[in-house]
C-alpha cells in the first residue's frame, strides 16, 4: 500500500488557523475529494472535529488519545501505527494522510507520496505544516491553476515521490 500525505499550504507554511482551513478553494477541494475517494484517510481528532462528519466514500480513521471516543463511520485508532494498519488491512492500494500539522510532522517518515497543493498567498495561520527534507522528494508533476471568481487564489498541485535510496 502507498501511504500519500495531501495537504494544501499557503505560501509562508501554514495550512490551518483556529481549527479551520483559513481559504476557500473549490477547485483545491474537487481535486482533494476526486484523489483520495475510495481510499482511507487518515486524520487527527481535531481535524476530523473541524470537519463535522465522516467523509464520504472513504474510510476515515481517526487518531486520538480519547479512549471515550466513538463516531459512527469512523475507525478510531489511539496512535499512528493502529491507524497505518487500518489502512493496511482495508487492502487499499493507497492511503491518505489529511492533517492536521501534528499527525503530519509524525508520520513523514511513513510517507511514499506527498500531494501538494501550493497556495500562492501569504496567510495567517496557526498550525504549520512541517519543513521537508528536499534531498528525499522528487516533483512527478506540477499543474498550475489560475484564481477566478469562486478561487480567490492562484494555486499549484505539485505531487512529489520518496527518492527511494538503495
Known amino acids: ?11 509562508n507554511g501554514y495550512i490551518g488557523k483556529e481549527n479551520q482551513i483559513p481559504w476557500h478553494l473549490p477547485k483545491d477541494l474537487q ?18 472535529l473541524s470537519m463535522g462528519k465522516p467523509l464520504p466514500g472513504r474510510q476515515n ?31 487499499a492500494s493507497e492511503c491518505f494522510i489529511i492533517g492536521g500539522g501534528e499527525i503530519y510532522k509524525q508520520t513523514i517518515p511513513f510517507w511514499d507520496k506527498l500531494y501538494f497543493t501550493r497556495v500562492h498567498a501569504t496567510i495567517e495561520g496557526d498550525v504549520s505544516f512541517p519543513e521537508l527534507n528536499a534531498d528525499e522528494w522528487q ?8 484564481k477566478d471568481e469562486k478561487n480567490t487564489f492562484d494555486m499549484t498541485f505539485i505531487v512529489y515521490e520518496r527518492l527511494k535510496h538503495t
Open 61 to 91: 480513521i481517526v487518531i486520538t488519545r480519547d479512549t471515550m471516543m466513538y463516531h459512527s463511520g469512523c475507525d478510531v485508532v489511539h496512535g499512528i501505527p493502529e491507524a497505518l494498519l487500518t489502512a493496511y488491512q482495508s487492502q
Open 139 to 146: 516533483e512527478i508533476s506540477s499543474h498550475f491553476i489560475e
Open 1 to 11: 500500500m502507498t501511504v500519500s500525505a495531501i495537504v494544501a499550504v499557503s505560501e
Open 31 to 48: 481535486y482533494f475529494k476526486k484523489t483520495t475517494l475510495g481510499h482511507p484517510v487518515i486524520m487527527g481528532k481535531k481535524s476530523f
